[in-house]
């Protein structure tokens, strides 16, 4: 199902992936080419990597867009993986603009942080995107 332009932000859980800087950025950034770093206060938009980029992520033929999570379990799951090969939190994101429904959550065109999990430890990410830190 794909929701054009939707109005209200979807609200849904995410990895992230964060610098020696202390900007959140892609869990997969610098695997596959290219860093995704979000910057703090502005609308992360996606783009699309693939080899024939489609010009305007998310596509629903492709896997672009900012992927995020139904459910905190599968939230965890990934987190799991990707966390023994980097550092991660995990948070809720609002999504917006085209938002993609997939089997376990959304592929979406802007998306920004909206609580970050882990209290003290994530404490000055929250505090460099503006958002909440929750245990
Ligand atoms: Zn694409």
Not at 11 to 35: I, K, M, N, Q
Request: charged fraction near 15%.
């Amino acid at each position: 199902m794909i929701v054009p332009d939707s109005p209200v932000p979807v609200e849904a859980y995410r990895v992230w992936g964060y610098g020696p800087d202390g900007h959140l950025e892609s869990p997969t950034s610098g695997f596959c080419g290219g860093t995704t770093v979000w910057t703090p206060y502005e609308a992360f938009r996606a783009s699309c990597l693939a080899k024939s980029s489609c010009g305007e992520a998310p596509n629903p033929v492709h896997s672009c867009g900012v992927h995020a999570y139904k459910t905190l379990a599968d939230a965890l799951i990934w987190a799991r993986k990707i966390g023994r090969v980097r550092p991660v939190v995990i948070g809720t994101v609002r999504l917006w603009g085209t938002v993609v429904e997939t089997r376990a959550g959304w592929r979406a065109q802007y998306a920004y942080p909206h609580t970050l999990y882990g209290g003290r430890r994530v404490g000055h990410l929250a505090t460099v995107y503006g958002v909440a830190a929750r245990d």
